[in-house]
């Protein structure tokens, strides 16, 4: 067999092609180029701080300068400098980790980023880098220049350098705001705010101290309870809003810590959750929506750790198991400070509670525990108005709606009984509240269905069952057809005609009647089948109160003729009174009693000779 021949060839990289991915696909925007270049220096200090044998102190020093060319921008650190092996690892293999021999995205090291793709993120803002560097391990100092085109020069220099790495940049065209004091003043605190090495920034012969020394409840979290106005303010300058409380946040390992400030203002469960989020003390995300639990959601945090694994971007971090656990255990340590509050500081709990009871309702489901805690400050609608669960657990059975619509269809009678009836309509209320015995055994909760609020109406007289007897058989038949019986009551409140209740087949027969009115001939011939196994059960029933007015003088022998039309509109009347959606059916039963009270009065106004 003939020996077949292959060639290797190795990939050519687009370097303007692979900038334009930093720029608008990778990075959220330009200015992390400065993130880029503080995480290479404050790698360059790790590094040295490992090699040195003591005595040193890293800093970052930032200066901006002007001139008819336009601005340049140098970022110089105090760190390990590079050797020529350095540079070509390095800025030629572009993603090689700071640390030789290992890959960053699967060892935890001591370091933040790549220091290759970092510099060559400075490409978005600037067309000419210079970069000077002296190793501390010894040789010349060194002068690198990189072009956007991928190609670059390395020179030694002569002369004595201190070691570390300077940075240059020049601005090129429509890259002016990076450029500008103000901007950067800002983005290096925001980057760089927890950073242990102070980060200064010279313009215009004024230099300034960008980030304060690094706070002790930065190590310790516990330590800020003793650091309380201190915390809060720092909080409002690093989140940009005022806070009133916060919860310190730990780990076991103690790799991952920070401080869970409480929002000021009540959020709703679809909030977008904004936490920033520190790795080795430089921020890396802003945005991280991942790094708690969903039920958290009434905190806004700053955490700081050591252990999370940064996507390409370093602005998010990878789901996995390490991230899961931090997620665990930063909910578990707010948790456990809620619970605490119960014990010692409940003022403070019931204060929190009534600003993000939906938060603590969303913890209550999953954890058993807290809920027998807190609960009993927990709010909850009733037909006695807004109410904590602890002053409506006294009444037993308490009795609860599933939903808000059953809740709705009851609500004016049961008030006006002075029955007490809990909204369970809301988002985790109903479970909640299903809950509750097993926490507290001397509860009893009850779900209590719309017809079931009929057992507290008041009967009527043997006479008025005989007297009224022909007129609720004919409203008996009217209704007929749409599968609702009439029962003939007196409650309370007079002003209440009519109160129609569904029992739990025929809500789910109204379902399938409606979904039969938009379907194709196919589905509805399968939901008329499933339909028919309801059909017989599915009654439903119209409730006319004799307290009211209008009932009575419509049932009174004298209006028999007009009963089947009074007896239509009252039952659409009730409908809408209970917010219910009508059918097709109903909405033309609606439309036609209207025209035929309009014609009754038009006819007894022209035989009486119109109004006198």
């Known amino acids: 067999m003939e020996n077949q021949t292959q060639d290797t060839y190795r990939f050519q990289v687009n370097l303007s092609g692979m900038i334009n991915i930093l720029s608008n696909h990778l990075y959220s925007s330009p200015k992390v180029f400065l993130r ?19 005595g040193y102190e890293g800093r970052i020093h930032v200066e901006v300068n002007r001139d008819s060319n336009g601005a340049t921008l140098l970022v110089e650190d105090n760190g390990i400098g590079l050797d020529e092996s350095d540079i070509h690892e390095f800025l030629a293999m572009i993603g090689q980790s700071s640390k030789r021999g290992e890959d960053f995205l699967q060892t935890n090291t001591s370091f933040i980023g790549r220091f290759g793709i970092g510099l060559l993120s400075c490409f978005m803002v600037s067309d000419d880098i210079v970069m000077v560097t002296q190793s501390a391990k010894g040789g010349p100092a060194l002068e690198w220049r990189g072009k956007p085109d991928g190609t670059y020069t390395i020179r030694k220099l002569e002369g004595i350098h201190a070691p570390g790495t300077k940075v240059f940049l020049r601005c090129k065209e429509g890259s002016e705001p990076y450029f500008k004091t103000d901007n950067l003043q800002e983005w290096l605190f925001h980057y760089g705010a927890l950073l242990p090495y102070p980060i200064e920034l010279a313009s215009n012969q004024a230099t300034r101290l960008i980030n304060p020394p690094s706070p002790p409840w930065v190590k310790d979290p516990q330590l800020a309870r003793k650091h309380r106005s201190e915390v809060l303010a720092f909080g409002t300058q690093v989140l940009g809003e005022t806070f009133r409380d916060f919860i310190p946040l730990h780990t076991s390992s103690g790799r991952t810590g920070g401080i869970a400030f409480i929002l000021p203002q009540a959020v709703n469960l679809g909030a977008k959750r904004n936490h920033r989020v520190y790795l080795k003390h430089m921020l890396v995300s802003e945005a991280a929506g991942n790094i708690l639990p969903d039920w958290a959601f009434f905190v806004k945090c700053m955490i700081w750790t050591d252990e999370l694994q940064p996507t390409a971007s370093r602005e998010h971090f990878y789901e996995n198991v390490q991230l899961e656990q931090v997620r665990q255990e930063l909910g578990n340590t707010i948790r ?19 600003l993000h009871a939906l938060s603590m309702k969303a913890l209550a489901v999953e954890d058993s525990s807290f809920f027998s805690i807190i609960h009993e400050w927990l709010p909850f609608e009733s037909t006695f108005g807004t109410k904590l669960l602890g002053e409506l657990k006294q009444q037993s059975p308490l009795y609860f709606t599933a939903t808000l619509d059953e809740y709705r269809q009851i609500t004016h009678v049961a008030s006006a009984q002075s029955m007490l009836v809990v909204n369970g309509g809301y988002i985790y209320d109903a479970e909640l509240l299903s809950l509750l015995p097993l926490i507290d055994p001397d509860v009893q909760t009850e779900r209590l269905l719309p017809e079931e609020v009929s057992l507290s109406f008041t009967d009527i007289t043997p006479q008025e069952r005989l007297d009224y007897y022909e007129s609720v058989r004919l409203a008996d038949s009217v209704l007929q057809k749409f599968r609702c019986q009439v029962q003939l009551r007196r409650f309370k409140p007079e002003e209440i005609p009519v109160l129609y209740t569904l029992s739990q087949e025929s809500a789910q027969w109204r379902v399938m009647e409606a979904a039969k009115e938009v379907s194709t001939d196919a589905l509805s011939s399968v939901l008329g089948s499933l339909g028919a196994t309801l059909k017989d059960a599915a009654y439903a029933t119209l409730y006319f109160n004799l307290n009211n007015p209008v009932i009575e003088r419509a049932f009174h022998p004298a209006h028999k003729a007009m009963l089947p039309s009074i007896i239509e509109m009252l039952y659409c009347n009730a409908l809408m009174m209970g917010h219910y959606p009508m059918s097709r059916q109903e909405t033309m039963l609606l439309n036609k009693g209207i025209i035929q009270f309009i014609d009754w009065g038009m006819t007894a106004s022209h035989s009486t000779g119109g109004d006198k």
């Open 336 to 354: 456990q400070e809620l619970m605490r509050m119960a014990e010692y500081d409940p003022d403070r709990l019931q204060s929190i509670i009534s």
């Open 36 to 54: 880029e270049l503080l995480q290479n220096g404050v790698d360059a200090i790790t590094a040295r701080q490992a090699y040195s044998q003591g």
